[in-house]
T-cell receptor, first 112, second 114 residues
Framework: DAKTTQPTSMDCAEGRAANLPCNHS???????VYWYRQIHSQGPQYIIH???NNETNEMASLIITEDRKSSTLILPHATLRDTAVYYC?????????????FGGGTRVLVKP | KAGVTQTPRYLIKTRGQQVTLSCSPISGHRSVSWYQQTPGQGLQFLFEYFSETQRNKGNFPGRFSGRQFSNSRSEMNVSTLELGDSALYLC?????????????FGPGTRLTVT
C-alpha cells in the first residue's frame, strides 16, 4: 500500500472550514484514499473514502487531485467536537481482509 | 443500531500472565478485525476473522491469538504477557471482508502490563 504524508498538527477556528492535506505520491491505480479520525480515548471513526472523484457525505468532503498524488479532507464548519487526530491512508479495495495501518496523522485542534 | 462493544475497557496484568479480550460486532457484521495501538508504533493490524475463519494475520508473535464464534463475536488472547504488550487493543467490524466497506471501531481495551 502507498505511503501517506500529513502535517503533524494544525489549528482551526470554530465555525470555519478545516482543510486537511494529505500527500500520497506513490498511489497506484487501484488504491483508494480513506480518512479516519480518532477522538481522544475513543476508537478510530471512518469519515470518507474515494478513488478519483471528489466525494461528499454528511461529515466531510474529499477532494482528490487529478493526478491522485494528493488529497484534501474538508470539514466545512468545524466544531469543538472535531478536535481529533485525522488519519489519511491508502489501501487496495480488494486487499485480502480489511487490515488498516495508521501512521502519525494530523492532530487537529479546533479553537473557540 | 448498537455500535461495536469491547470488554473490558481497562485491564491491568502482570508479566507472564495471559489475557482474553472480547469484542461484539455491529449486528449483521460478519468481519471482525483486531488492532494494537501504541504511541510509538501507531495502529497495527493483528488479525481478521470472517465467518469463524481467520482470513488475514499481521506480523505478531504466536502469543497473540484469536477466534470468532458463530454469532460473530470475537475474542483475542495474549499469553505470557510482556511489558511491551501494554497498548490500546481495538476491535473493528465490517459487513464483509476484502471490500471497500468502512470498518467501525469499538472504544478499545486499554491493557497495562506491569
Amino acid at each position: 500500500d502507498a505511503k501517506t504524508t500529513q502535517p503533524t498538527s494544525m489549528d482551526c477556528a470554530e465555525g470555519r472550514a478545516a482543510n486537511l492535506p494529505c500527500n500520497h505520491s506513490t498511489i497506484s491505480g487501484n488504491e483508494y484514499v480513506y480518512w479516519y479520525r480518532q477522538i481522544h480515548s475513543q476508537g478510530p471513526q471512518y469519515i470518507i473514502h474515494g478513488l478519483k472523484n471528489n466525494e461528499t457525505n454528511e461529515m466531510a468532503s474529499l477532494i482528490i487531485t487529478e493526478d491522485r498524488k494528493s488529497s484534501t479532507l474538508i470539514l466545512p464548519h468545524a466544531t469543538l467536537r472535531d478536535t481529533a487526530v485525522y488519519y489519511c491512508i491508502v489501501i487496495r479495495d480488494r486487499a485480502a481482509g480489511n487490515k488498516l495501518t495508521f501512521g502519525g496523522g494530523t492532530r487537529v485542534l479546533v479553537k473557540p | 443500531k448498537a455500535g461495536v462493544t469491547q470488554t473490558p475497557r481497562y485491564l491491568i496484568k502482570t508479566r507472564g500472565q495471559q489475557v482474553t479480550l472480547s469484542c461484539s460486532p455491529i449486528s449483521g457484521h460478519r468481519s471482525v478485525s483486531w488492532y494494537q495501538q501504541t504511541p510509538g508504533q501507531g495502529l497495527q493490524f493483528l488479525f481478521e476473522y470472517f465467518s469463524e475463519t481467520q482470513r488475514n494475520k499481521g506480523n505478531f508473535p504466536g502469543r497473540f491469538s484469536g477466534r470468532q464464534f458463530s454469532n460473530s463475536r470475537s475474542e483475542m488472547n495474549v499469553s505470557t504477557l510482556e511489558l511491551g504488550d501494554s497498548a490500546l487493543y481495538l476491535c473493528a467490524s465490517s459487513l464483509r471482508t476484502g471490500s471497500s466497506y468502512e470498518q467501525y471501531f469499538g472504544p478499545g481495551t486499554r491493557l497495562t502490563v506491569t
